[in-house]
Structures are given as structure tokens and as C-alpha cells.
């Protein structure tokens, strides 16, 4: 059974920084694209940022370009989201997502990450 | 970039069929992946690649993309069925994920 865990929401003023885990089990963590996907309260789904497989291919939502970072850890199955210089339109549930290919087929449960002053 | 368009609500009776579009420019020569996300939950996926059905989606769940919309169809609505639905694909232009905005479905 694929399980998604994620881990690290908290409140954060602006302009603080977050990291974000996501440990990932029931699946040959290496073979997948993962990705991280927030949706904010009473909002739709926003796609945040994408690493593939080998890590070779990282992609960025314009709206964190630049602020956010993501990574993957091989030996731990895990998935990561550093965030810095977050913004009040950062506040959301950030869910992190397994990818075959181009669609999104397994999801953890969230975290919620709320930056407010 | 690349723009997903929903209608933000589709009220249908139970046992009716309901169609949710999703429109965007040349959809058609793209693939579209369908979303089911009730309240408090994470999303489920429910349609991958236009129409094909992952394992534990009832039939009633199908989709169909060409031109310029894709639809997602609820064949015999149920109760269980009223939850937001969201269209997806991957626009390899700008190398960026797209959602649609999302589709309220109420079963009257």
C-alpha cells in the first residue's frame, strides 16, 4: 500500500522559513516524480513544484520561484519542501503527490502551514 | 500560461448523468486528468489520460477530450458522488502543472 506522510506545518510570521518532509513508503520511492500541491483555505489545487525520479528535472510554480526548494533523499524516502520568505498567500494545506507520468495518483493527507503575523 | 477553464457549479438529480467541462485552448492534443475531492479530505484521482479509470473507480466515472474541452461524466448519480471536481494536465510549453479551477457538484 502507497503512504504519503507528511510532516513540518506549523504557524510562521512573513518572511520565515519552513521545511516540509514527506516520507513515502509502499513504493519504489526511486522509480517516481514527486510533487508538491497546496491548496489554501476554501481555494482550489495549486501545483507548487516537481522533482523527477533521478532528480535530474525540477520544476517551480512562478508564484514560489525562487522561495521554495525541493529535494528527495534516496536513503530515507523522503521528500522535501524547503520554503523561505514566506508570504501571507503562502497559507495552506500542502499535500505531497506521487507521479507516474503527468498525473497525480497518490496522495499523503497534508499539512497545513499558515503564515500569519 | 496555460489556462484551465470550469464552471464553478453543476447541480444534477440522483440517477441523472452529469458533465463537467473543463475548456482550454487545443485541449484536445493534451492529456487530462480528472480529481475527486470531498470536504476534509485529499483528492482522489478518478480519470488519467482523457478516459482510462484507475482500479476501484466505478464505471460510472468516464471522460472524454477533443477540441477545445474535456468533460468528465457521472453516469446514475449517487449521493456519494457530490464533492469538487478538478480538471489537470501538464503543459509541456512552460514545463508547469495546471489545475482547472474547480467544479462544485451538488446532487439535488
Known amino acids: 500500500e502507497v503512504k504519503l506522510v507528511e510532516s513540518g506545518g506549523g504557524l510562521v510570521k512573513p518572511g520565515g522559513s519552513l521545511r516540509l518532509s514527506c516520507a513515502a513508503s509502499?513504493?519504489?520511492?526511486?522509480?517516481?516524480?514527486m510533487n508538491w500541491v497546496r491548496q489554501a483555505p476554501g481555494k482550489g489545487l495549486e501545483w507548487v513544484s516537481s522533482?523527477?525520479?533521478?532528480?535530474?528535472?525540477?520544476y517551480y510554480a512562478d508564484s514560489v520561484k525562487g522561495r521554495f526548494t525541493i529535494s528527495r533523499d534516496y536513503a530515507k524516502n523522503s521528500l522535501y519542501l524547503q520554503m523561505n520568505n514566506l508570504r501571507d498567500e503562502d497559507t495552506a494545506v500542502y499535500y505531497c503527490?506521487?507521479?507516474?507520468?503527468?498525473?497525480?495518483?497518490?496522495w499523503g493527507q497534508g499539512t497545513l502551514v499558515t503564515v500569519s503575523s | 500560461s496555460y489556462v484551465l477553464t470550469q464552471p464553478p457549479s453543476v447541480s444534477v438529480a440522483p440517477g441523472k448523468t452529469a458533465r463537467i467541462a473543463c475548456a482550454g485552448k487545443i485541449i484536445g492534443s493534451k492529456s487530462v486528468h480528472w480529481y475527486q475531492q470531498k470536504p476534509g479530505q485529499a483528492p482522489v484521482l478518478v480519470i488519467y489520460y482523457d478516459s482510462d479509470r484507475p482500479s476501484g473507480i466505478p464505471e460510472r466515472f468516464s471522460g472524454s477530450n477533443s477540441g477545445n474541452t474535456a468533460t468528465l461524466t457521472i453516469s446514475r448519480v449517487e449521493a456519494g458522488d457530490e464533492a469538487d471536481y478538478y480538471c489537470?494536465?501538464?503543459?509541456?510549453?512552460?514545463?508547469?502543472?495546471?489545475f482547472g479551477s474547480g467544479t462544485k457538484v451538488t446532487v439535488l
Open positions: 509502499g513504493f519504489t520511492f526511486s522509480s517516481y516524480t
Open positions: 489537470q494536465l501538464w503543459d509541456s510549453y512552460s514545463s508547469h502543472y495546471v
Open positions: 503527490v506521487r507521479e507516474p507520468s503527468e498525473y497525480f495518483q497518490d
Open positions: 522533482i523527477s525520479s533521478s532528480s535530474t528535472y525540477i
